[in-house]
């Protein structure tokens, strides 16, 4: 059975796993997000010195989707069709 910190509003803190089963990513890709700060987490180590061990919260992590989801994909420029003029030859 995981161990949850809960958070102020009762919901579970999730770890970085959870968070990344969720988004559908490694937990690489979370951890480059916390560091980053792109992620807000909280690393409940027990030492400094310990390894790291981060929770991340909903309100955290539904923030963050917003984030990502508000930027809209980068249009594509459209091609130029080539106007042909009948008076020119080309040879390419």
């Not at 987490?41 to 909903?58: E, G, H, Q």
């Not at 809209?72 to 080309?90: D, F, G, I, L, Y």
């Amino acid at each position: 059975m995981p161990k949850f910190i809960t958070t102020i509003d009762r919901r579970p803190a999730l770890q970085l796993k959870q968070v990344a089963e969720q988004l559908g990513v490694s937990t690489g890709v979370v951890l480059t997000w916390i560091t980053n700060g792109e992620l807000k987490a909280v690393d409940c180590a027990a030492t400094r010195k310990s390894k790291r061990r981060f929770r991340i919260t909903a309100a955290a992590l539904e923030e963050f989707i917003i984030s990502r989801s508000t930027h809209p994909p980068a249009s594509r420029a459209q091609r130029r069709r080539r106007v042909s003029n009948p008076n020119v030859t080309e040879y390419f």
